[in-house]
T-cell receptor, first 111, second 115 residues
Framework: TQLLEQSPQFLSIQEGENLTVYCNSSSVFSSLQWYRQEPGEGPVLLVTVVTGGEVKKLKRLTFQFGDARKDSSLHITAAQPGDTGLYLC???????????FGEGTQLTVNP | DTGVSQDPRHKITKRGQNVTFRCDPI?????LYWYRQTLGQGPEFLTY????????KSRLLSDRFSAERPKGSFSTLEIQRTEQGDSAMYLC?????????????FGPGTRLTVL
């Protein structure tokens, strides 16, 4: 069974601070996705990383896929209140189609 | 809007009743997935279809659960004899071969409450 562990589980910071969320596994994934979810809504896809060592930037968000494709990180620069939400990482195994999700990181950015 | 849609958005039912949810995927996405999410957890995979064929089912999908995608377009998820433990958000997602099926796009979910 593939498992993804996210840390931290909760994060409360002030506007303008930087933060990093981690997603770790002992399993290799063929691709890894990051989603953001608002209360009562479905997850919204932010990025997909496929290649080991890959780095993708989306405005103030930087995503990195580990060289061994077992872990990933999400770094947010100068966080804003609009970044508040549940951030989920999800990995797709090589032999299947299902996504395995982490438990999520609940981010609160205070003005 | 051409995203994934789900109906209803909310469902309250009494224990023992049957419920059915519908999902309409993004047009031309031939894979459709069902997930379940409980409070404070990430979504958990239930099942997926490629066109009309159901290719994989999780052990979470007990015999009270059944999913169909009869024409390879919309899908339905039925829960028979609901239990309080079935209370959760039921999410549908779809993907296409164009992205190597790596990118799954989710609908808004159906929130089920079993009293």
């Amino acid at each position: 069974t593939q498992l993804l562990e996210q840390s931290p589980q909760f994060l409360s910071i002030q506007e303008g601070e930087n933060l990093t969320v981690y997603c770790n596994s002992s399993s290799v994934f063929s691709s890894l996705q990051w989603y953001r979810q608002e209360p009562g809504e479905g997850p919204v896809l932010l990025v997909t990383v496929v290649t080991g060592g890959e780095v993708k930037k989306l405005k103030r968000l930087t995503f990195q896929f580990g060289d061994a494709r077992k872990d990933s990180s999400l770094h947010i620069t100068a966080a804003q209140p609009g970044d508040t939400g549940l951030y989920l990482c999800a990995g797709r195994g090589a032999s299947g189609s299902r996504l395995t999700f982490g438990e999520g990181t609940q981010l609160t950015v205070n003005p | 809007d051409t995203g994934v849609s789900q109906d209803p958005r909310h469902k309250i039912t009494k224990r023992g009743q049957n419920v059915t949810f519908r999902c309409d995927p993004i047009s031309e996405h031939n894979r459709l997935y069902w997930y379940r999410q409980t409070l404070g957890q990430g979504p958990e995979f239930l099942t997926y279809f490629q066109n009309e064929a159901q290719l994989e089912k999780s052990r979470l999908l007990s015999d009270r659960f059944s999913a169909e995608r009869p024409k390879g377009s919309f899908s339905t998820l039925e829960i028979q004899r609901t239990e309080q433990g079935d209370s959760a958000m039921y999410l549908c997602a779809s993907s296409s071969r164009g992205t190597g099926y790596n990118e799954q796009f989710f609908g808004p979910g159906t929130r089920l409450t079993v009293l």
